[in-house]
């Protein structure tokens, strides 16, 4: 078991990726700061928003495999079109899904002021914009290539 953890710990390829997931982290709370004026570290946590860690992730990640394996390996292929798959879905499903929610949250207002309904809000940042996916996906090759 220490031998498997010494090798997760060694693992270039992971101490990349996760890397920028972090890095694209801390940076949505910068960017909070920055937008709001206000310092909010739950977004630390929170998925949604500027850059996609997702996006910073599994980019990280591609060309971090491409880097070890090579560009023209199945590895890197695989990598890629998993990327491809992520980032699609963050900026448009995921992104859908946020707009509905956002949508029926509104709803739900409507009735819960002219009944006595309990009101629970529905997380609504949980997409991501194009440019925010973008944003993150450069962030993830750039930490690839500096790291």
């Known amino acids: 078991m220490h031998d498997l953890f010494s090798q997760l710990i060694a693992n270039r390829v992971l101490q990349t990726a996760v890397g920028a997931l972090l890095a694209a982290q801390i940076l949505k709370v910068f960017f909070v700061l920055l937008v709001r004026g206000k310092l909010d570290l739950r977004f630390f946590l929170n998925s949604g928003g500027m850059p996609s860690s997702h996006s ?27 990327a491809l798959i992520v980032m699609y879905d963050a900026a448009g499903v995921r992104r859908a899904a946020g707009k509905q929610a956002e949508v ?44």
């Open 56 to 82: 910073a992730l599994v980019s990280a990640l591609a060309v971090s495999i491409g880097r070890e394996y090579g560009f023209d390996s199945a590895f890197f292929a695989i990598a890629t079109v998993f």
């Open 104 to 147: 029926l949250n509104q709803i739900i207002e409507q009735i819960y002021r002219n009944q006595n309904l309990t009101q629970e809000r529905l997380k609504e940042l949980i997409g991501h914009t194009p440019i925010e996916v973008f944003a993150g996906c450069l962030l993830g090759i750039l930490f690839a290539f500096v790291y």
